[in-house]
């Protein structure tokens, strides 16, 4: 009889270590689960916090228009270029271009960092990996906040 209790108390604490082995092994998944979701959630916010740092301020900057096939040169014609957060409008201030009118919107779109570390006016988030920007290429057009030029063709 003492025997039989002995062996029941045995396999009692035998099943309890189990189940406890397997709560610790539960919620040590868990854990990494929580710290490898915390990883990926703080690069996000580390990566758009470096965007913003990078990302031109919201505002009304006067830039001028530099022209690709006369090697960045410009001929006194100005810009307006407007920044609403990832969005830009580039309207026409004054100059010698017959065919604009002051205060007309040349260009709008969103602006985008390119993958060459130049500014850019997209239309969409894959513009950023396209091949051939600015000057007379037919992609995107550059916008420079640096040297406040326009780029056109």
């Keep these: 009889m003492k025997s039989s209790i002995y062996l029941l108390l045995l396999l009692l604490l035998l099943f309890s270590c189990q189940t406890e082995e397997k709560k610790t092994e539960s919620t040590q998944k868990e854990n990494e689960e929580v710290v490898s979701i915390s990883k990926v959630q703080r690069s996000e916010t580390v990566e758009k916090d470096v965007q913003d740092i990078n990302q031109p301020k ?33 309207i026409y201030l004054e100059g010698n271009l017959k065919d604009l009118k002051k205060g007309q919107v040349m260009e709008e779109g969103l602006l985008i960092k390119h993958k060459s ?12 990996e396209k091949d051939e ?10 916008i420079d906040f640096e040297e406040m030029t326009y780029w056109m063709c």
Excluded: H, L
Excluded at 70 to 80: A, E, I, L, P
Excluded at 120 to 127: F, M, P, T, V
């Design 58 to 90: 919201d505002g009304e900057y006067t830039f001028d228009i530099a022209y690709a096939e006369w090697q960045g040169k410009t001929m006194g014609d100005k810009v307006q270029v407007v920044v609403e957060g990832d969005k830009v409008k580039v």
């Design 117 to 128: 570390g130049v500014w850019i006016i997209g239309s969409d988030a894959s513009d950023a």
């Design 133 to 142: 920007v600015g000057g007379c290429s037919g992609g995107p057009t550059i």
